[in-house]
């Protein structure tokens, strides 16, 4: 065999990996995709490996291949959570009409903690409370998600940290519509959270900026 036709044949089977290495990603996906799925709609412990193989669609073989047990699949979900949760945070933010008012911040925040990919990562939290391995996953990847949320606060309220008690008012904020997040999962309070955030908006302009925004 010639070195011409030994290079042809070794770029053909690299031509033939991409495909499969495409699919493999698709499939990993899938199963994260049908892993919040159900961490929504079941909760953490009515979510199985077998509940997630169907949904998504993948063999038992092929789940098991890529997540033996259902914490491998659990904490690869933390980590694509982790990954949604920012893409969904930027992509919100980015709709903001200009110039941004402080209530349109709050709306967004709230809307970002009473979503569905919330509520599957506060099902994670409270597993996690009593799962070492589970904790040592969550924990390190919340932290992260926390300072891309607070980072995130500030620029878009256009908070100068540097004042004194700036910072503790963002996280006030944001403890706030985590809050209202929480409840939002036993009942649906859109009203009460409305006027809460309707009043909290005129406190951050009167002490953040000093001044009224709309």
């Known amino acids: ?41 079941r909760g953490f412990s009515g979510t199985s490996t077998t509940l997630v193989s169907e949904r998504a669609g993948v063999s038992r073989g092929a789940q098991l291949h890529h997540f033996p047990t259902k914490n491998d699949l659990v904490v690869a979900a933390v980590e694509h959570l982790t990954q949604v949760r920012g893409a969904e945070l930027a992509a919100a933010a980015a709709r903001l009409p200009a110039p941004r008012s402080t209530r349109a911040v709050l709306d967004l925040l709230a809307d970002h903690f009473t979503s569905p990919v919330f509520t599957a990562a506060l099902e994670l939290w409270v597993a996690a409370r009593t799962d070492a391995d589970l904790m040592a996953a969550v924990g390190p990847l919340e932290q992260k998600v926390g300072r891309e949320v607070h980072r995130l606060s500030v ?55 000093g001044r009224t925004r709309a």
Do not use: K
């Open 1 to 41: 065999m010639t070195t011409s036709q030994g290079a042809t044949r070794e770029q053909g089977r690299e031509q033939g990996r991409v495909p499969q290495e495409e699919r493999t990603r698709a499939m990993r996906a899938r199963l994260l995709e049908a892993t919040v799925e159900l961490l929504v709609e």
């Open 155 to 209: 620029e878009l309220l256009g908070v100068d940290e540097t004042a004194p008690g700036a910072r503790e008012l963002v996280q006030a904020t944001l403890d706030l519509v985590r809050g209202l997040g929480l409840a939002n999962t036993i009942t649906d309070d859109r009203r009460r959270r409305e006027a809460i955030l309707d009043r909290w908006a005129l406190m951050l302009d009167a002490t953040l900026t």
